[in-house]
C-alpha cells in the first residue's frame, strides 16, 4: 500500500529554517518522481518544488528559488523540502506527493496520484 508520511511542519518566526520530511512506504521512492505542494487558505493548492525520478532533476517554484531546497535520501526512503529564510506567504499545509507517470508539467498537483496528509508550516512573529 503507497504511504507518504509528512513531518516537520511547525511555527517559525521569519527569516527562520524548517525541514520537511516525507517518509515513503509500499514503493521504492526514487522510482518516481516526487513533489511538495502547498495550500494557505482561501487558495489553490500550489506546486513547490519536485525531484524527477529518471535524473535526479529538481525544480522550483519562482516564489522559492534560492530558499528551499529538495532532496532525496534513497535508504531512508526518504524526500527533504529544506526550507530557508521562511517568509509569512509561506505559510501554509504542505503535502508531498508522487506522480506514478512522469509528469508533463511537474509541479501542476493533477500530475500526483498519491498524497500525504500535509503538514502546517505557520511562519509568524
Known amino acids: 500500500q503507497v504511504q507518504l508520511v509528512e513531518s516537520g511542519g511547525g511555527l517559525v518566526q521569519p527569516g527562520g529554517s524548517l525541514r520537511l520530511s516525507c517518509a515513503a512506504s509500499g514503493f521504492t521512492l526514487n522510482y518516481y518522481t516526487i513533489g511538495w505542494f502547498r495550500q494557505a487558505p482561501g487558495k489553490e493548492r500550489e506546486g513547490v518544488s519536485c525531484?524527477?525520478?529518471?535524473?535526479?532533476?529538481?525544480y522550483y517554484a519562482d516564489s522559492v528559488k534560492g530558499r528551499f531546497t529538495i532532496s532525496r535520501d534513497n535508504a531512508e526512503n526518504t524526500v527533504y523540502l529544506q526550507m530557508n529564510s521562511l517568509k509569512p506567504e509561506d505559510t501554509a499545509v504542505y503535502y508531498c506527493a508522487t506522480a506514478t507517470q512522469s509528469p508533463s508539467d511537474y509541479l501542476r498537483d493533477y500530475e500526483y496520484d498519491y498524497w500525504g496528509q500535509g503538514t502546517q508550516v505557520t511562519v509568524s512573529s
Open positions: 525531484i524527477s525520478s529518471s535524473d535526479g532533476n529538481t
